[in-house]
């Protein structure tokens, strides 16, 4: 009797050392890290050589103060300012289409307002010869008050050319965090003149500012976890450089906020990407639903 009571004993043990030895399953997150590709070291002209900022870990990130989604306030509203032609509207909305699947929330193109909403004092002619619009107008005179109240972000797109301050020569993106309203222009993604052959090389810019600048206004900072959509951007060429995929740190971040279902948004993304014929990025969100499986 007290051998078999040993036995018992002795298998019981064994079964619970076993059962602690088993690997615990990855989270979504902890599994997709391993497609992050680790920054290189920044090169003079880039934002990192240029700007000594602090890592956000997911604990900073939670105890900021940000805007979240909530009900009776989650749809994200584009509001375009200018005169669009066929494929500048087609680029906004595919930029609609990549942001409900991005963000996971209900985004909504508002009508367009016309230029001359701009007034004069808040133009000016560029060095290279071009009309600019001064990015806080469009902010402060224009977007902040039309801002809907089902609205937890509203994205102005102007096809003019946007300056920041008088200082500098232009600003692919502005935004108001604590107000939720940002502002981007489509002029640098084509170089003035959208057409057909450089259509995916715009909308791709158009895509990755965009979202960065609403995950600043969700409380992301610039990240320097790995190569990811929220990395500082000082150029076109960096921006191009940069992945449109958030790194596994700033999904984190963002999945804490808005609570989206990982594989659905992996798999609208890769149906965007496919559509698009975006082949690096369609690549990089399959490596993303391959470790899931």
Known sequence: MNQVKYNSIFYAVIFIFLFSCQKKEKSYLETIAI????????????????????????EDFQKSKKIKPEPGKNIIYLQPVGNFNALQQKEIQLTKEYLNAYYQLETKILPALPNSIIDKTAK??????????????VLDNILIKRKPKDGVVLMGITERDLYPRPEWNYV????SYEDGVGVTSLYRFANGNLTESNFNES???LIKISSHEIGHMFGISHCLNANCVM????SLSEADFHFARACSLCQQKLNSSIHYD??????QLKQFFEKQHLNTELSRTEADLNVLK
């Open 35 to 58: 497609n992050d590709v680790k920054l290189s070291d920044p090169q003079p002209g880039s934002w990192r050589y240029s700007h000594d900022e602090k890592f956000q870990q997911f």
């Open 124 to 137: 000016r002619i560029s060095r290279e010869g071009h009309e600019q619009v001064l990015a806080s107008y």
């Open 172 to 175: 692919f993106g502005f935004a």
């Open 203 to 205: 909308l791709l810019r």
């Open 231 to 234: 990395n500082g951007t000082n």
């Open 262 to 267: 990982p594989k659905k948004r992996l798999s």
